[in-house]
């Protein structure tokens, strides 16, 4: 083997070889060195944000049970209050400091901030309440239907009604078809992923309640459908001739909408709503003379914001209050596909009269 030397020569005229293998074992070591540090270096950094992903996820779940029972916790207050008061006096909590305690929100009074563990650390930093939102939103089911007292701050001109479609994933975004055909329910989800969204509406519900013919005159059912000529609109009477309504929604992006006119001399109504063919997410909204309508008695927004040091979470949650809290009834009692025989009995002082016959 050969080494390379390094001659110079000196001002005597004598020429010198210097060996250097030694600086290249030095450059060698030099270089593997780096590289180590670096390789060192970059597992150093992905185990530190392996390490605060895994903290911070940690956090923001703590924060998400801190809101979680906020809402809960809010939700048993109101409750509470409304055994005892009417919802029509249910307060507006529009600021941060402190929980949700309507007593003290009448009184203008303020409490400390929810704290969820035996630290500080682990709270809910804004709890807000109002009770008399612009819009109510349900999910509903095809199995179950929901009864919704509509209780505007003035008489309604409209009531407008969103659904969504229950496949996302799909890639239908139409429904082709008449309006008034209302076909099985495997022959239906093969060509539209919308479903029908049946209402039963009564007007004026405390008054015309009161009897059965006055009952059956002030009710109404409407079917908005995603077929037809998608006008959305469908002015409606009560009292008259008609009382059944079918109304084309207007689809686009995963979701339809129907506007009901109303006669514009009314604020309250009772809504029975029951989703046909596919359940669905349904947001309602109304208008009055010079803009939106406010409901009250029905739903009141719960906004709560939960921390746990540097992690926040923040979640809207709908509380149902008043007449309507457990509103959610079956869509009916019994399902066949034949015909269903009845038998009636009359007892009267002791004795029993049946009528056994089906024909």
Known sequence: MKY???????????????DQRG?????????????????????SQVARRNQSEALNNQLSEQAFYAVESGINVTDATISSYLKTNSYGTLPVKSTCNGEYDPNNQI????????????????????????PNPTSLQYNLT????????INSNTALE????????????????SCS????????????????????????????????????????????????????????TQAVSFGGATKAYVVSGSCSSGVCTATVLLSGTLSQYALRATMLYE????????????????????QAIVDVTGKDQGELR??????????????????????????????????????????????
């Open 279 to 298: 359940s669905s997410a349904v947001t309602i909204t109304g208008t009055i003379k010079g803009g939106p309508a406010v409901f009250y008695g029905t």
């Open 158 to 173: 409209s009531l407008t009604f969103n659904w969504a479609k229950q496949d996302s994933t799909s890639t239908l975004t």
């Open 177 to 232: 078809g008449s309006a008034y055909e209302f076909q099985p329910v495997n022959v239906w989800g093969s060509n539209c992923d919308f479903g029908v969204l049946r209402l039963d509406l009564v007007a004026n519900p405390t008054i015309v309640a009161q009897n059965a013919s006055s009952l059956a005159a002030n009710t109404i059912s409407l079917f908005l459908t995603p077929r037809g000529s998608h006008g959305g």
């Open 23 to 43: 600086m290249a074992s030095f450059l060698v070591t030099l270089v593997m060195m780096m590289v180590i540090t670096l390789i060192v270096v970059g597992f």
């Open 142 to 149: 095809t199995t179950s239907s929901e009864v919704i007292p």
């Open 107 to 130: 009184n203008g009074a303020s409490t400390s901030n929810l704290v969820l563990s035996s630290t500080p650390d682990v709270q809910d930093t804004c709890i807000l309440v109002n």
């Open 4 to 18: 390379a030397c390094h001659c110079a020569k000196e001002t005597s005229g004598r020429n010198i070889c210097r």
């Open 314 to 359: 923040r979640i809207q949650a709908r509380v149902s209050i008043g007449a309507n809290a457990n509103s959610n009834i079956p869509a009916y009692a019994a399902a066949s596909s034949n015909s269903i025989c009845k038998h009636f009995s009359i007892i009267p002082s002791g004795s029993v009269s049946t009528a056994l016959s089906c024909n």
